[in-house]
């Protein structure tokens, strides 16, 4: 089965700081989706970047981005120029193909806090 | 686009009735939904995929009997807590996603939850 860890309970950094959060994955396919999910006090699910597998550049989206290493099976995600909005939980996800359907399989979640 | 809502936002039941989620996709057709629930401080887990009219496929531990999973339309599918106890108090997330076709990330749009209180 995958499994998605990811190794920061909190993380906390200045306002226009760079912050990179950690998520590593395991699984024997070669063909999956690797997500990046916010979670603000809301608690509304936010897609906040994806990257196909079988892509080797590295997904970007504005002040966000990803470092993929598919070999070692690490997806980190960097929030440059971070904001005071960027405060919520983060969830690292993986999915594949399974059953005709795509479930997701969601890290325990890296609460990042912006200070002012 | 691709907006998924949750009805109730919030519910408090009393022990042993039942209550019934339900979530849209308000504009596109979901051809599979999924239901997650999340404890307080902790991640999403998925405890059953529907697919439009066809039975619910429930992850290993969730008791199907409890938790009734209906998907009758391809807007609509609900969650039913059948003799809810404290324990089942939750945050509910359903999350919906639209033909392979016409879904080609393979993204899941997820619902704003609903807070489940059993008292």
């Known amino acids: 089965a995958q499994t998605v860890t990811q190794s920061q309970p909190e993380m906390s950094v200045q306002e226009a700081e760079t912050v990179t959060l950690s998520c590593t994955y395991d699984?024997?396919?070669?063909?999956?989706?690797l997500f990046w999910y916010k979670q603000p006090p809301s608690r509304q699910m936010i897609l906040v970047i994806r990257?196909?597998?079988?892509?080797?550049q590295n997904a970007t989206e504005n002040r966000f981005s990803v470092n993929f290493q598919k070999a070692a099976k690490s997806f980190s995600l960097k929030i440059s120029d971070s904001q005071l909005g960027d405060t919520a939980m983060y969830f690292c996800?993986?999915?594949?193909?399974?059953?005709?359907?795509?479930?997701?399989?969601f890290g325990q979640g890296t609460r990042l806090t912006i200070n002012p | 686009g691709a907006v998924v809502s949750q009805h109730p936002s919030w519910v408090i039941c009393k022990s042993g009735t039942s209550v019934k989620i339900e979530c849209r996709s308000l504009?596109?057709?979901?051809?599979?939904m999924f239901w997650y629930r999340q404890f307080p401080k902790q991640s999403l887990m998925l405890m059953a995929t529907?697919?439009?009219?066809?039975?619910?496929?429930?992850e290993q531990g969730v008791e199907k009997d409890k938790f009734l999973i209906n998907h009758a339309s391809l807007t609509l599918s609900t969650l039913t807590v059948t003799s809810a106890h404290p324990e089942d108090s939750s945050f509910y997330i359903c999350?919906?996603?639209?033909?392979?076709?016409?879904?080609?990330?393979?993204?899941?749009?997820f619902g704003p939850g609903t807070r489940l209180t059993v008292t």
């Open positions: 999350s919906a996603r639209g033909a392979r076709a016409r879904d080609p990330y393979y993204e899941q749009y």
């Open positions: 699984t024997s396919e070669n063909n999956y989706y």
């Open positions: 990257q196909e597998a079988y892509k080797q």
């Open positions: 996800a993986f999915m594949k193909e399974a059953q005709g359907a795509q479930k997701l399989v």
């Open positions: 504009d596109f057709q979901a051809t599979t």
């Open positions: 529907s697919n439009e009219g066809s039975k619910a496929t429930y």
